[in-house]
């Protein structure tokens, strides 16, 4: 009777551990084909040109990290829950594994905090900068080769300390624990950091659009104002090139002479008049001039 009531908290707590597993493993699988449809998505309608923006390259990075943070984890959910972290695979070829297994956790952690900051950068350049195209198709591959060589060089030392522990029968792949203290800080600083760099960045996009936004505000009114004067120095301009030709012609002329309306000189010569003026007013003085520079 006392062996029978011995062993059915043990039957309860290994029912449990499944449960938790399962549980685990099906959040997991459910990540992983999400992510993949999301890279399979971005990869088939990449060539519209909405897609090919940077937004959808850092998503499709941080895609590729989740894939692989699922792959990984799909297995460990079973061996912590079920088999309360021993390895299997022991041996060379199990330490091979064990220093993989834990270089590729801190990796894809870190590459996916790394990749939102990133998108946050491009946001704050898109709503600052909407004319100018600051992150470059090549910048967005240099950034993207950027958020997993940091994670990289960050885990390179797991190659050395990661090792097999034994502990009461039962073998896991760890660390010691010094070693583990120093990761877990410099793990606790990335994350902190980024955190604190998303918060200021999307702090001033929010300023920003704000600001665009407000009804009384300075610079809306002044960009108002300042469309309206160039609405009418274009009406000026327009109306000067198409001046009677006697005043732009070089031989005298006795009486006025207007271009006609579907003479195709007379609209040539307007918009040879019309295009150095509107260059001289509305850009600056240095690029009008390099305009015309021979």
């Not at 990290?65 to 990984?72: R, S, T, V």
């Not at 003479?263 to 509107?278: E, I, S």
Request: charged share 20%; net charge positive; with cysteine.
């Amino acid at each position: 009777m006392e062996n029978a009531s011995d062993s059915s908290p043990v039957h309860e707590r290994k029912t449990e551990a499944i449960a938790k597993a399962t549980l685990c493993m099906s959040v997991l699988a459910v990540s992983l084909l999400e992510n993949a449809m999301v890279v399979l998505v971005l990869k088939k309608n990449f060539r519209r040109s909405h897609m090919r923006n940077a937004n959808s390259l850092f998503i499709a990075n941080i895609s590729v990290a989740d894939i692989f943070f699922a792959i990984q984890n799909i297995p460990h959910a079973y061996n912590n829950l079920v088999l309360n972290g021993h390895w299997i695979l022991q041996g060379n070829f199990g330490t091979v594994l064990c220093k993989i297994d834990m270089f590729l956790s801190v990796i894809t952690m870190v590459t996916a905090n790394l990749t939102i900051l990133a998108i946050a950068i491009y946001r704050l350049c898109v709503v600052f900068f909407p004319l100018r195209k600051i992150i470059t198709r090549k910048t967005c591959f240099f950034i993207i080769f950027l958020t997993w060589l940091v994670p990289a060089l960050f885990a390179l030392p797991i190659f050395h300390f990661a090792k097999f522990i034994s502990n009461e029968g039962i073998t896991i792949c760890s660390l010691k624990d010094q070693v583990i203290k120093i990761f877990y800080a410099g793990f606790a600083v990335i994350l902190f950091t980024t955190l604190l760099a998303m918060l200021v960045l999307y702090a001033a996009i929010g300023f920003k659009l704000w600001r665009r936004n407000f009804p009384n505000n300075v610079s809306e009114r002044a960009r108002a104002l300042r469309e309206k004067r160039n609405r009418i120095s274009v009406q000026k301009l327009t109306s000067q090139s198409y001046q009677p030709r006697g005043l732009f012609n070089k031989e005298p002329r006795t009486n006025w002479e207007f271009a006609d309306v579907d003479d195709p000189t007379g609209h040539f010569q307007g918009n040879c008049r019309r295009r150095p003026m509107m260059m001289i007013v509305f850009l600056p003085h240095k690029e009008a001039a390099k305009r015309f520079d021979p």
